[in-house]
């Protein structure tokens, strides 16, 4: 029986959950972002009604890292700031595109955006879901 040695070995393993998740959840974010900003009238409304939604989406994503996936809140804390940094970055390309389809160009701010909107909410985020996964009861308080 002649095996190969293991760092030969290729196994073709799914994308992990957290991945598939912080995926979906940023392009979420990016929809809502988008799909909100489209109203002309009560502009205010919809822009509180899509910070809402966001929120929604942001307390579901740490919930389902924490009882879930079962993840320690610096883990669940970084896969929730990938899932934000992702729509941040997909709302400063969409600015960016906007601000092209609108004959202005590329001004150097939007390029600046694509770089700092995702770390700029990234940090928050993380924050948020490390201090939320830490107070939140752990997993074996509940069996």
């Known amino acids: 029986d002649r095996r190969e040695p293991k760092a030969a070995q290729v196994s073709a393993s799914p994308p992990r959950p957290w991945i598939r998740a ?4 940023g392009v979420a974010y990016i929809v809502i972002g988008r799909v909100f900003a489209v109203p002309t009238d009560h502009v205010q409304a919809w ?23 079962r993840n320690s809140p610096r883990v669940a804390g970084a896969h929730v700031a ?19 389809s609108s004959g202005s160009g590329i001004r150097p701010a939007w390029l600046i955006a694509i770089v700092i909107w995702p770390v700029m909410l990234a940090i928050p985020a993380f924050l948020g879901a490390y201090v939320a996964g830490s107070v939140l009861p752990s997993q074996s308080a509940e069996r």
């Open 47 to 69: 822009r509180l009604a899509a910070w809402a939604i966001s929120g929604v989406v942001y307390a579901a994503h740490i919930w389902y890292e924490h009882f879930t996936l």
């Open 22 to 25: 912080a995926i979906f959840l």
């Open 82 to 100: 990938m899932a934000v940094a992702i729509g941040g970055f997909g709302l400063a390309v969409a600015g960016l595109i906007h601000s092209l």
